[in-house]
């Protein structure tokens, strides 16, 4: 997790006029003869995709009713009141369509997910511009203020030398309605996160914040699944056991294997063989193999993904299988494993010795011909000194016929031997964060 980026001030929007949504509320509303008609009681925009929100009219309280008032009805916004152009204003209940955001009931004083930094803040205030003609929802400024300036209606009333705004686009709302966040879901902007921030928001969300990232990360079910494998173990098998058995194959069927397995024997007991029965065959087998190991184990540990050629493939054909192998994790692909006709390990060469390799050098002359190697029942601990002592990026694991069972990769030894406590730990700012930011 990195820490919240300095502010920096939205862009240039063109006109230069710009208002606080703060500032808007409980403004009057008036007929065009001056009568009072009721007060602004929120702001309405409709989502455009990667483009900014449009304003498209305003929640007015006329009595006890809560009615629309139409963007094209209302004169100019800088004035202290909002005075009606039209003669007519239908007094119909407001309700809100799919693809619109209430400013006032969704986004002000809620929580969203600042992009930047991958964390959730909540918006003190948010900004209105113009552009081109069109006032458009535009900065946040997610800034707490000290309780003393909190005026109007509980939220904003802070002088507006106290505001920095930043783009609007640098954020991803959570507004809890349904229909705008499918209409919302391909622009998610949290899908430029990496799983591992994604699953650390879902750490600090609340169950309907929880349910709105989902929503968003599941329309990319690689990406789904991949959250899935960050998640702690507790917070995964409590989001997957509120699906049905169909939901919850159809994300470990893209998970690794290792993960897989480990969150079918955390399910109950009951649902353990229906989630496994709908797996495809392939990941099916391969689950079936890890969950008869100790998880404490090496066995229990290890990948059954990894690159193993013959020990008379040439350097370039095991390159060549290298980039192939697009589905296996980056980190099982710094080593390829020489095995003989009888699936035995023979040698192991690091992907930087085979790059750096005669191309048509044989793969068993290029190889460490007693490479360092575990059986499945080896302790983790007794793992990770092994890896510590002979600077390993993976282990295979083998059976006592010297079997290729599986590969063990750092990630999974640091993931069971760091305290968990550590894992969610807030990191330092990386040195470049602030070039070129004003400080």
């Given at each position: 997790?990195?820490?919240?980026?300095?502010?920096?001030?939205?862009?240039?929007?063109?006109?230069?006029?710009?208002?606080?949504?703060?500032?808007?509320?409980?403004?009057?509303?008036?007929?065009?003869?001056?009568?009072?008609?009721?007060?602004?009681?929120?702001?309405?925009?409709?989502?455009?995709?990667?483009?900014?929100?449009?304003?498209?009219?305003?929640?007015?309280?006329?009595?006890?009713?809560?009615?629309?008032?139409?963007?094209?009805?209302?004169?100019?916004?800088?004035?202290?009141?909002?005075?009606?152009?039209?003669?007519?204003?239908?007094?119909?209940?407001?309700?809100?369509?799919?693809?619109?955001?209430?400013?006032?009931?969704?986004?002000?004083?809620?929580?969203?997910?600042?992009?930047?930094?991958?964390?959730?803040?909540?918006?003190?205030?948010?900004?209105?511009?113009?552009?081109?003609?069109?006032?458009?929802?535009?900065?946040?400024?997610?800034?707490?203020?000290?309780?003393?300036?909190?005026?109007?209606?509980?939220?904003?009333?802070?002088?507006?030398?106290?505001?920095?705004?930043?783009?609007?686009?640098?954020?991803?709302?959570?507004?809890?309605?349904?229909?705008?966040?499918?209409?919302?879901?391909?622009?998610?902007?949290?899908?430029?996160?990496?799983?591992?921030?994604?699953?650390?928001?879902?750490?600090?969300?609340?169950?309907?914040?929880?349910?709105?990232?989902?929503?968003?990360?599941?329309?990319?079910?690689?990406?789904?699944?991949?959250?899935?494998?960050?998640?702690?173990?507790?917070?995964?098998?409590?989001?997957?056991?509120?699906?049905?058995?169909?939901?919850?194959?159809?994300?470990l069927s893209r998970m690794r294997a290792d993960d897989a397995a480990d969150a079918i024997?955390?399910?109950?007991?009951?649902?353990?063989?229906?989630?496994?029965?709908?797996?495809?065959?392939?990941?099916?087998?391969?689950?079936?193999?890890?969950?008869?190991?100790?998880?404490?184990?090496?066995?229990?540990?290890?990948?059954?993904?990894?690159?193993?050629?013959?020990?008379?493939?040439?350097?370039?054909?095991?390159?060549?299988?290298?980039?192939?192998?697009?589905?296996?994790?980056?980190?099982?692909?710094?080593?390829?494993?020489?095995?003989?006709?009888?699936?035995?390990?023979?040698?192991v060469a690091r992907l930087v010795t085979l790059v750096q390799s005669d191309s048509s050098?044989?793969?068993?002359?290029?190889?460490?011909?007693?490479?360092?190697?575990?059986?499945?029942?080896?302790?983790?601990?007794?793992?990770?000194?092994?890896?510590?002592?002979?600077?390993?990026?993976?282990?295979?694991?083998?059976?006592?016929?010297?079997?290729?069972?599986?590969?063990?990769?750092?990630?999974?030894?640091?993931?069971?031997?760091?305290?968990?406590?550590?894992?969610?730990?807030?990191?330092?700012?990386?040195?470049?964060?602030?070039?070129?930011?004003?400080?």
């Open positions: 997790m990195t820490a919240t980026p300095a502010a920096t001030p939205v862009p240039e929007t063109g006109s230069g006029q710009t208002l606080r949504l703060s500032a808007l509320l409980g403004r009057p509303i008036t007929a065009r003869d001056g009568e009072s008609i009721g007060r602004l009681s929120d702001v309405i925009v409709r989502l455009r995709g990667e483009d900014y929100p449009l304003v498209t009219g305003f929640v007015a309280t006329v009595g006890s009713r809560q009615v629309f008032v139409p963007m094209e009805q209302v004169g100019s916004l800088d004035s202290d009141e909002l005075k009606l152009t039209s003669a007519r204003l239908s007094l119909r209940r407001f309700e809100r369509r799919d693809g619109e955001v209430l400013l006032r009931d969704d986004v002000l004083g809620h929580r969203l997910i600042d992009v930047d930094s991958a964390r959730l803040v909540r918006a003190a205030d948010v900004q209105l511009a113009r552009r081109d003609g069109e006032w458009v929802l535009h900065g946040v400024d997610t800034r707490r203020r000290p309780r003393r300036v909190l005026g109007l209606l509980g939220l904003g009333g802070h002088d507006q030398d106290q505001a920095v705004f930043r783009d609007w686009k640098k954020f991803e709302p959570l507004i809890g309605h349904t229909g705008s966040a499918v209409l919302r879901g391909p622009f998610a902007r949290i899908r430029r996160l990496k799983p591992a921030q994604i699953a650390d928001l879902l750490e600090e969300a609340s169950k309907e914040e929880e349910t709105e990232i989902l929503g968003r990360v599941h329309v990319d079910p690689e990406l789904e699944a991949d959250v899935f494998e960050e998640l702690d173990e507790d917070k995964a098998i409590r989001l997957l056991s509120s699906r049905s058995d169909e939901e919850v194959a159809e994300v024997a955390e399910l109950p007991q009951r649902r353990r063989q229906p989630v496994l029965d709908l797996l495809p065959a392939g990941q099916r087998t391969k689950v079936l193999t890890l969950m008869g190991f100790n998880p404490t184990s090496a066995g229990g540990l290890m990948g059954v993904d990894y690159v193993a050629l013959a020990a008379d493939t040439r350097v370039d054909e095991a390159l060549a299988a290298v980039r192939r192998a697009v589905t296996l994790q980056p980190e099982a692909l710094t080593s390829v494993h020489a095995t003989d006709e009888h699936g035995c390990l023979t040698g050098a044989r793969l068993g002359d290029v190889s460490d011909t007693d490479p360092v190697r575990v059986g499945p029942d080896t302790d983790v601990v007794d793992v990770a000194v092994l890896m510590t002592d002979y600077n390993l990026i993976t282990i295979p694991v083998v059976d006592d016929s010297c079997h290729l069972l599986g590969l063990i990769t750092v990630d999974d030894v640091l993931e069971v031997t760091l305290p968990g406590d550590w894992k969610r730990r807030e990191v330092a700012d990386p040195p470049d964060r602030q070039h070129g930011e004003p400080r």
